[in-house]
């Protein structure tokens, strides 16, 4: 067995290409874009698309429209592109629960998002739409 001898790669080469094929996997995510302002929302659950609109404001509250209600929400950001709502008037017990929303992707004028109950580990896909 003959072994063959690389040449050593240059460090500069290596880095380069390293930065090159890292910022081909990483998504931009300009989450602050999001932070306020109406919007209409899509989910999907049990091959049903669920959609509602809300506005959220600078104040920490989103008030959303889902099948003819509404019912506000306190919004605390972890950071910026994660977080958490809050019922602000629960009904019940389920209401009390409180939903951590993660952006994974921005566009110019929408975001997809995955939302689960905080602490649940089943997660849910869904896009929001900015409308203008």
């Known amino acids: 067995i003959k072994m063959v001898h690389l040449k050593k790669i240059n460090p500069l080469l290596f880095v380069a290409l390293t ?4 910022s081909c996997n990483n998504t931009a995510r300009d989450c602050e ?3 306020t302002g109406n919007f209409y929302t899509e989910a999907s659950a049990n091959d049903i698309i669920y959609k509602s609109s809300f506005y959220r404001n600078g104040d920490g509250i989103q008030i959303e429209e889902f ?8 919004v605390r950001w972890v950071n910026d592109c994660e977080m958490i709502l809050s019922p602000v008037n629960p009904k019940s017990m389920s209401e009390k629960k409180n939903i951590l929303i993660k ?9 997809t998002y995955e939302y689960s109950f905080l602490g649940n580990s089943n997660k849910l896909k869904a896009k929001a739409f900015k409308i203008k």
Do not use: N, Q
């Open 33 to 35: 874009d999001f932070h």
């Open 103 to 111: 952006i994974l992707t921005t566009t110019d004028s929408s975001y």
């Open 67 to 74: 099948e003819g209600k509404i019912d506000s929400s306190y």
């Open 19 to 22: 930065v090159i094929i890292y």
